[in-house]
């Protein structure tokens, strides 16, 4: 008979292996001809992907519409109706084989997709007055879009899609607060299937151009095996500190979350190896699991890649993706060193060691069975920083640098031995294959919340948006504080049911404007860009907000801990990020907006690293000792200082505001002799 924690911990791996499938879009075990079926159409998406970067020229709207048409094949070929069987349905629900129905989902969803491309010039020539195939293909590919957005995130975008489609129609009917004009179902469907503004908006824009480059570059990167590679350098570096694997997986965590985008993939190919090694040196299993979610969380923050909402932004804000990777820099590099420093403080608490030198990776030997992996992350950030390329071309480059390092080093493992170039080139074929086919079928849910979440930006772009203003404007009172408490709840709130980018999409078309806007009405100039980043992070915090949080849930199921108490204990250590985009939005020094010299910015992010950690000591209740419950208005003190100098400058009538900086420190300088002292008579009175 199964032990109740034998059987805990086979329901943890089904958990685990449920979150994983997914999150790849694999849930079907395929056999037969199906197996290699949808590996060929994702390796013929990616494909195309890399041909519009390179050689093939096609306009906008074609390749959005392909790049929709490929989403919804894989989508349905991969996920069934149901993901639980159903008593009387269930061929709604198969899992070993596709069933019919599933394939005509598919064939429709390819043909309504491309239905605009095929027949964009007649719908451009109607102007707003479709035809009967125009009604009917929109009608099919709506109800098709909302149900592969139910299948691959769930019902919540899908919901509210729906909600705001209704609200768009009834308007009228609504009380005088809430009263819209309305549209008719003519002019919504021209708006969102036929035209470049809803469906086909820019995010899917984005979604083709831009955002699968990145996400295929980190596949092939992960199949090719550098996701072990940045574990390990990690441990070489940090494991032999207090508390050594916890630092390991910070840093781990921020090297994959710069190619993966992806929380739950980062936990999953990071915290296999760091949450283990955690435990092993003394880490509770929840504390484990925390941390590893709160650094997988916040390597959708880490530059230059960062997550795919990001490259949204700068399509929104209408700036290079470059202005986006220097606006993030500071914030996300401060929140990763407080992350850091949260793990020495747990380390402390639970007088923790590192791991030792024979239990740690040999350093020379991870460089030399790894450095090739630097080749195109260093070929994409010379392109991007200094050529100042654009991102798709960048990113296609890198992938072009990656494909000769996998193939060269096959060759270079497999010399000597006979018929060694035709074996290493198989290899490498593999290598590179299986990285093209789990590219594409990453990319599905992000092309598929892009699309969906492009309705909610079309209804809100046919006059909705200005009302909505009014309502948030009424509802905060015209205060700029209340209102971003406001859009940080909300945005949590509907992240918990979303990913990154379709919250981010929905709650920057919503508020970001707004922000600006209602800050202009209050004399306090909030750049664009901090608002959009505004909501971006909070966007990202939802990923381990309880209840729903699925990032904690997969590093729960490696833990073996409770998921509900890891993403408590998650979310407390993230509180460290979430105060940062309220800073900077008082104080515009922290996304280096206006900054141009680097010795300056240096010292901002030299600042705001120490502003993150005395918050962090501030909310964990420790410094270099258990902090008595005055010391947290002396480091929340500090924290203010660093974020926000020009408050005590005009308190101090200081000629230049950066004069406040050495006040801070030597407050929090003589806050350590304070501890100092109390940790040495703690130490004698033992």
């Not at 804000?317 to 020495?344: D, R």
């Not at 806007?517 to 381990?544: E, S, T």
């Not at 705001?608 to 010391?631: E, H, I, P, R």
Request: charged share 15%; aromatic share 10%; with cysteine.
């Amino acid at each position: 008979m199964t032990k109740p924690e034998e059987k805990s911990e086979q329901e943890q791996n089904v958990a685990l292996q449920e979150i994983i499938a997914e999150e790849s879009g694999e849930i079907r075990t395929l056999h037969g001809f199906e197996r290699h079926l949808v590996p060929i159409i994702a390796v013929a998406w990616s494909l195309f992907q890399l041909s519009i970067s390179s050689w093939l020229l096609l306009d906008s709207i074609a390749i959005r519409a392909i790049h929709l048409a490929f989403a919804l094949v894989l989508l349905f070929l991969n996920i069934p109706f149901f993901k639980k069987p159903k008593p009387f349905f269930k061929f709604l629900s198969a899992r070993d084989h596709i069933s019919w129905n599933d394939y005509l989902c598919a064939a429709l969803g390819a043909i309504s997709a491309l239905y605009l491309y095929f027949e964009w010039e007649g719908i451009a020539n109607r102007s707003g007055m479709p035809t009967t195939t125009d009604v009917v293909f929109g009608v099919i590919l709506l109800v098709l879009l909302l149900d592969a957005a139910r299948r691959a995130l769930g019902p919540a975008l899908s919901i509210i899609a729906i909600v705001f489609s209704l609200y768009a129609y009834f308007g009228p009917y609504m009380p005088d607060i809430l009263a819209f004009r309305g549209v008719s179902v003519t002019r919504y469907l021209s708006q969102i299937t036929l035209s470049g503004e809803g469906i086909y908006g820019i995010p899917l824009d984005v979604s083709a151009r831009v955002v699968f480059l990145y996400v295929l570059l980190g596949g092939i990167l992960e199949k090719a095996g550098a996701g072990k590679f940045f574990i390990d350098l990690a441990l070489c570096f940090l494991g032999r500190f207090k508390g050594g694997p916890a630092k390991a997986a910070v840093l781990a965590s921020g090297f994959t979350g710069m190619v993966s985008g992806s929380s739950i993939a980062n936990i999953v190919t990071t915290g296999t190896f760091t949450i283990p090694l955690m435990k092993k040196v003394g880490y509770p299993a929840t504390k484990a699991a925390a941390i590893e979610v709160a650094a997988s969380t916040d390597g959708q923050l880490a530059p230059p890649i960062m997550g795919a909402a990001a490259f949204i932004i700068a399509e929104y804000v209408n700036v290079p993706y470059v202005a986006v990777v220097k606006a993030a820099a500071i914030p996300a590099f401060a929140s990763y060193v407080a992350l850091l420093y949260i793990t020495h403080i747990e380390a402390s608490k639970l007088g923790l060691r590192g791991l030792r030198k024979d239990e740690l990776p040999i350093l020379m030997q991870t460089l030399m069975e790894g450095l090739h992996f630097l080749i195109p992350i260093g070929a994409l950030l010379y392109e991007l920083i200094y050529l100042r390329h654009s991102p798709d071309k960048s990113a296609f480059n890198a992938i072009l640098w990656l494909v000769l390092v996998v193939v060269a080093k096959d060759i270079f493992d497999g010399r000597g031995s006979a018929g060694f170039i035709g074996k290493s080139l198989k290899k490498s074929i593999t290598t590179i294959y299986d990285g093209l086919a789990s590219g594409a079928k990453n990319m599905v849910t992000v092309a598929v919340a892009c699309a969906a979440a492009g309705i909610i930006v079309g209804v809100v772009n046919m006059g909705i948006g200005g009302m909505i203003t009014q309502i948030v404007e009424q509802l905060s009172g015209g205060n700029i504080y209340l209102m971003l408490l406001i859009t940080a709840i909300a945005s949590l709130l509907i992240g918990m049911g979303l990913p990154t980018t379709a919250t981010y999409i929905v709650m920057a078309s919503l508020t970001a404007p707004i922000i600006v806007q209602v800050g202009g009405l209050n004399n306090f100039i909030v750049p664009l860009m901090a608002a959009h980043l505004f909501c971006f992070y909070f966007g990202i915090l939802a990923d381990d907000t309880p209840p729903v949080g699925l990032a904690s849930y997969a590093a729960a199921a490696l833990a073996r801990s409770d998921p509900i108490k890891t993403g408590i204990q998650g979310f407390m250590y993230d509180i460290r990020t979430s105060i940062l985009p309220f800073m900077f939005i008082f104080n515009s020094d922290l996304i280096l907006h206006n900054i141009n010299s680097w010795p300056l910015g240096i010292l901002i992010f030299v600042m705001a690293c120490v502003g993150t950690c005395a918050f962090a000591s501030a909310t964990q209740g420790w410094f270099l000792m258990k902090n008595k419950w005055y010391d947290l208005f002396i480091l929340l003190g500090v924290s203010l200082i660093m974020f926000r100098p020009e408050l005590l400058a005009n308190l101090l009538s200081l000629s230049n505001k950066y004069l406040a900086y050495p006040i801070g420190l030597a407050i929090l300088g003589a806050f350590y002799l304070l501890q100092k002292m109390r940790l040495s008579r703690s130490t004698a009175a033992a």
